[in-house]
């Protein structure tokens, strides 16, 4: 049974930095895309940033050049870097798993993790 595992949010002024993490538990395929949701109160969830087996990574256009995306121990474990945070960052973190042979614009994922919260104050 594949598990999902997130890390990292919190509360962080504006212009700061958190690290997320997200740990994938039993998955045994040598293939995936892997990487962020985000989700704020009334608004629709949004891809932020993936990456998958041949670390090919794509970002947001409104976090690129702030937000990394990056991988260790085969992918078993995420990474999402973030600084310069703005209060538009503000959300619930989802990382997400699936198996694909490539990162497709709105394909499903099949594993998710509980979300964990990113607050940026003014």
């Known amino acids: 049974q594949v598990q999902v595992v997130e890390s990292g949010g919190g509360l962080v002024q504006a212009g700061g930095s958190l690290r997320l993490a997200c740990t994938a538990y039993?998955?045994?395929?040598?293939?995936?895309?892997m990487g962020w949701f985000r989700q704020a109160p009334g608004k629709e969830r949004e891809r932020v940033a993936f990456?998958?087996?041949?670390?090919?990574?794509t970002v947001v256009d409104s976090a690129k050049g702030r937000f990394t995306i990056s991988q260790d121990n085969a992918g078993k474990i995420l990474y999402l870097q973030m600084n310069s945070l703005k209060p538009e960052d503000t959300a619930m973190y989802y990382c997400?798993?699936?198996?694909?042979?490539?990162?497709?614009?709105?394909?499903?994922?099949?594993?998710w993790g509980q979300g964990t919260q990113v607050t940026v104050s003014s």
């Open positions: 039993e998955y045994a395929y040598n293939t995936y895309c």
């Open positions: 997400a798993l699936t198996r694909s042979w490539d990162c497709i614009s709105g394909m499903p994922f099949l594993y």
């Open positions: 990456i998958d087996h041949a670390s090919r990574t």
